[in-house]
């Protein structure tokens, strides 16, 4: 465990690498708020028969994780 405050303790001292961190988290919750939001005009009921009927996004689906057959409000 204290390795882990110390390589913590590392990072925020370098500035170089404080800022690569931050960015990241930053675009990363920004990645999160946006994803959120829904999208104005696309119809989520024929979204989710889109992907339903189409084998690609059944995979896609699959491998990320998302059930985008149950996303849809």
Known sequence: METIINKLKLIFSDK???NRVLFVLGAFL???LLSSIP????????LANFIENNQF???????????????HS
């Open 30 to 32: 920004v990645f999160r």
């Open 16 to 18: 170089s690498l404080r």
């Open 57 to 71: 996004m059944g995979i896609l689906s699959m491998f990320s994780g998302v059930d985008y057959q149950h996303s």
């Open 39 to 46: 999208v104005p005009g696309i119809d989520s009921i024929r």
